[in-house]
């Protein structure tokens, strides 16, 4: 059954360092998305991705936060110079598209963590 | 904003009993859908069922479904014959019917509840 691959699993990284985290959406899926949590949170909405271009981001998404498509496979986040508040789970999600009730389809997760 | 509430951080059951998981929500509009997710641990989320708003009939599947109730912004999911397998992290997500254009997975979730199966 297909899957979206999140990598790294777990990534520890220092406060101001670039981190990319990197996902794999189901091949025939055109929505993409980036969610978080932070430990003993809500799952946040990060960011919708169509058709090599943002379609909504939330206030959270500032100019630290960046995704992209490179190769038509890879769904990339990075963020540009992390914060401690960055510590959190990352989760990558697709969806093959309309109609409304399309299902989203979610990865493991990659874990965070900014010393 | 839409807000979504799930006032239990944990709930257990033993095994083939049957269990209900709370979820209210808060919005102005009439028209949208519900979500429960389960996560196990360690693994990724996997939908278990939907309600669209303007269903009045329950959702069902297999042994899950739900007790909507539109006008108390309640959606309470109930597992029968609770299973082993059914141990994990459940939310409950929100999301408009008419997401914007292209953001048809933009959720709204709430806090979780972790559900533990005694044998």
């Known amino acids: 059954e297909p899957e979206v691959t999140q990598t790294p699993s777990h990534q520890v990284t220092q406060m101001g360092q670039e981190v990319i985290l990197r996902c794999v959406p189901i091949?025939?899926?055109?929505?993409f998305y980036w969610y978080r949590q932070i430990l003993g949170q809500k799952v946040e909405f990060l960011v919708s991705f169509y058709n090599n271009e943002i379609s909504e981001k939330s206030e959270i998404f500032d100019d630290q936060f960046s995704v992209e498509r490179p190769d038509g496979s890879n769904f990339t986040l990075k963020i540009r110079s992390t914060k401690l508040e960055d510590s959190a789970m990352y989760f990558c999600?697709?969806?093959?598209?309309?109609?409304?009730?399309?299902?989203?389809?979610f990865g493991e997760g990659s874990r965070l963590t900014v010393l | 904003a839409q807000t979504v509430t799930q006032s239990q951080p944990e709930m257990s059951v033993q095994e083939a009993e049957t269990v209900t998981l709370s979820c209210t929500y808060d919005?102005?509009?009439?028209?949208?859908?519900l979500f429960w997710y389960k996560q196990p641990p360690s693994r990724q989320m996997i939908l278990v069922i939907r309600?669209?708003?303007?269903?009045?009939q329950n959702a069902t599947e297999n042994r899950f479904s739900v007790n909507f109730q539109k006008a108390a912004k309640s959606f309470s999911l109930k597992i029968s014959d609770s299973q082993l397998g059914d141990a994990a992290m459940y939310f409950c997500?929100?999301?408009?019917?008419?997401?914007?254009?292209?953001?048809?997975?933009?959720?709204?979730f709430g806090q979780g509840t972790i559900l533990t199966v005694h044998p």
């Open positions: 999600a697709s969806q093959r598209g309309p109609p409304n009730t399309g299902e989203l389809f």
């Open positions: 919005t102005s509009e009439s028209d949208y859908y």
């Open positions: 997500a929100y999301r408009r019917s008419n997401a914007g254009g292209t953001s048809y997975g933009k959720l709204t």
């Open positions: 309600q669209e708003a303007y269903k009045q």
């Open positions: 091949s025939n899926h055109l929505y």
